[in-house]
């Protein structure tokens, strides 16, 4: 529950205050500031988006989403990183033409303004700050950043005020922009990752499967399947063969997952001599992804 309130919260605070920011950007005709209210708007559509998926995600599994509703909020997160990036490079090109076209620029008003921003946005950094689901990071992120951008924003006002140097206005963002722009592309990447069912990085097959076959009775584990729904929940389905009783090996095997951290395990028991499906399943994984057609072959072996 925490988390929604902390999105709701953070979504309310971007909005009013891409509102603020655009009002400001206008006034003082500083680019770092009205490409940074884009930028607020652009979380505050996300955020309110990540707000949604986020309690749609806690919702329990049911007949149509058997796995439940977590990776709805991977989806928030995907959509929040897309707006990001197309919002840090719309920030990048303004900032690159302002370089050629440089306006008069309002200091004071820019100061103050700066000052306002980093407030709002510390305080809403730390509402949203402690998380471990991946779309509250994205959410997170969006905070941390709008408070860089305000720092150095303030910084840069108040270098220009001095100097009188106003393509600092577009170097700032151009570099907050930047920053952006790597940080999104990095959480693009957790996220097509967990799509494309790639096995979480936190453990690797081969420790999983060195752990079990260290436990009495394990004679052979084969057929790993390993992947998470949103970086937190990992599944893991496999066979394993053993001449020792169901119950008592399941405990067992169930036991050293969860040290791994791996909280939810489908187990296939075989015994030694059985033929499994196709002896080669570790190596054939393209046979492996077409198994279906191997049931029809009339062999009917009754386990």
């Given at each position: ?15 009013s ?21 884009i ?5 505050a ?7 949604l ?8 599994p ?7 509703y ?10 929040t990183t ?11 090109y ?5 370089l ?26 730390y ?15 969006h ?10 924003v ?102 050293e ?27 054939e994984?393209?046979?492996d992804t ?9 062999h009917?072996?009754?386990?």
């Amino acid at each position: 529950m925490k988390t929604q309130k902390n999105i709701l919260i953070a979504f309310l605070l971007n909005l009013s205050f891409s509102i603020f920011e655009f009002i400001g950007g206008t006034l003082t005709g500083s680019v770092a500031i009205a490409s940074d209210a884009i930028h607020d708007l652009g979380d505050a559509m996300s955020i309110g988006l990540a707000y949604l998926l986020e309690r749609k995600s806690k919702e329990k599994p049911d007949e149509n989403y058997t796995y439940g509703y977590a990776r709805y909020s991977v989806l928030g997160s995907f959509i929040t990183t897309m707006i990001l990036i197309f919002g840090s490079v719309f920030v990048i090109y303004s900032a690159i033409k302002r370089l050629f076209y440089p306006e008069v620029i309002n200091y004071n008003g820019m100061i103050i303004f700066a000052i306002f921003g980093v407030i709002v946005n510390v305080a809403a950094a730390y509402v949203t700050r402690d998380t471990s689901s991946l779309n509250q990071r994205a959410v997170n992120l969006h905070m941390l950043e709008d408070v860089l951008g305000w720092i150095v924003v303030l910084i840069g006002s108040i270098v220009m005020k001095f100097t009188d140097f106003s393509a600092i206005d577009s170097i700032l963002s151009l570099l907050v922009a930047s920053y952006i722009l790597y940080n999104a592309i990095g959480n693009l990447n957790s996220v097509l990752n967990l799509f494309l069912e790639k096995s979480p990085d936190d453990i690797k097959i081969g420790e999983i499967k060195s752990h079990l076959l260290a436990l009495d009775g394990v004679k052979d584990v084969h057929h790993i399947h390993f992947w998470s729904l949103d970086g937190n929940n990992h599944f893991i389905t496999m066979h394993v063969v053993t001449c020792v009783e169901g119950d008592i090996i399941k405990e067992k095997i169930r036991e050293e997952l969860k040290e791994l951290g791996i909280c939810h395990a489908t187990l296939e028991l075989e015994l030694p001599g059985e033929k499994c499906e196709h002896d080669e399943c570790e190596l054939e994984f393209e046979v492996d992804t077409h198994h279906h057609h191997h049931h029809h072959h009339g062999h009917s072996h009754t386990h």
